[in-house]
């Protein structure tokens, strides 16, 4: 047995795990998994974790094949960034069954193994902020359902890329799949950038459509703005609250409504139309 171990195992509440690498390492996902799990075993009394926040690339958890017998009774408030969200359900299944908030990053898409319980309603949480690292073509059939479980909800965060989706999210779709669901709900925070494609579009809904949609929003400032590119017969519709709270801003394009960005501190651009010297100004 480890002294320190033995000495700080019960006291030690609140615990945040950094990590500081120049390369990733070989196996990182399973080293760090290991070192997860050995966290939740050790420290018993643990209530509040942050596992690694300071890098979504090199702080990834996998669940595949590896865990046995995580969980705690005890563990109200957890930061993580997983490697796809089938280790995000994971750890939604009930091994931690008094979690209250929940930050998780998923950084890939790609499906595993893993066998899920991912039908029982979590009463317990009350905070949750998702954020996807890349686009997604499930947000309909994995995010959606996933939030109708959170029937006392009172805090959502939601960060999400979509393509492959027939139709923009906009205010009504909100509205219909996640405030009128959550009925708990007082805060909610986003950002959605939804990419579809033209062929076979009959109704293509302006910028002011989609403004429209955020009409009966009264608490929120949301801005939106929609490009069509011609060239790969794409549509895209960024839509977000205030204040925006990524510390990037992706894909940006000459119809930017511009503002104020504290968090932002790394951005790209997109578009077919060459960029005129008047937006960078």
């Known amino acids: 047995k480890n002294p320190l171990t033995d000495l700080f195992q019960n006291q030690i509440l609140s615990l945040t795990f950094n990590m500081t690498v120049n390369k990733k390492p070989d196996f990182g996902d399973?080293?760090?998994?290991?070192?997860f799990q050995h966290i939740i075993q050790i420290f018993i009394n643990l209530q509040y974790l942050n596992f690694c926040p300071s890098s979504i690339w090199y702080s990834k958890l996998s669940f595949d094949s590896l865990v046995r017998d995580l969980d705690s009774s005890n563990l109200l408030e957890l930061h993580v960034t997983v490697n796809n969200c089938d280790d995000c359900?994971?750890?939604l299944d009930g091994r931690f069954n008094e979690l209250r908030k929940f930050h998780v990053n998923i950084s890939d898409i790609h499906s595993t193994q893993l066998t899920i319980n991912n039908t029982e309603n979590l009463p317990n949480l009350k905070c949750y902020s998702l954020y996807f690292n890349v686009e997604i073509s499930a947000y309909d059939e994995l995010t959606v359902p996933l939030l109708h479980r959170m029937i006392n909800l009172e805090e959502l965060g939601l960060y999400v890329k979509i393509c492959e989706r027939n139709k923009f999210v906009d205010g009504h779709d909100l509205k219909k799949n996640i405030i009128n669901k959550l009925v708990r709900l007082?805060?909610?925070?986003?950002?959605?950038?939804?990419?579809?494609g033209l062929l076979n579009q009959i109704n293509l809904?302006?910028?002011?459509?989609?403004?429209?949609?955020?009409k009966d929003f009264p608490d929120n400032h949301i801005t939106s703005y929609v490009d069509y590119f011609s060239d790969t017969q794409q549509s895209r519709c960024h839509i977000y609250s205030h204040p925006y709270t990524l510390c990037?801003?992706?894909?940006?394009?000459?119809?930017?409504?511009?503002g104020l960005f504290k968090c932002v501190s790394k951005v790209s651009l997109y578009d077919e139309r060459p960029f005129q010297h008047e937006f960078f100004l």
């Open 205 to 214: 809904p302006s910028n002011e459509d989609i403004q429209y949609t955020f």
């Open 186 to 196: 007082k805060k909610i925070q986003f950002y959605f950038r939804s990419t579809i």
């Open 30 to 35: 399973l080293i760090n998994t290991i070192i």
């Open 248 to 258: 990037e801003y992706y894909k940006i394009t000459n119809n930017f409504p511009g």
């Open 89 to 91: 359900l994971y750890l």
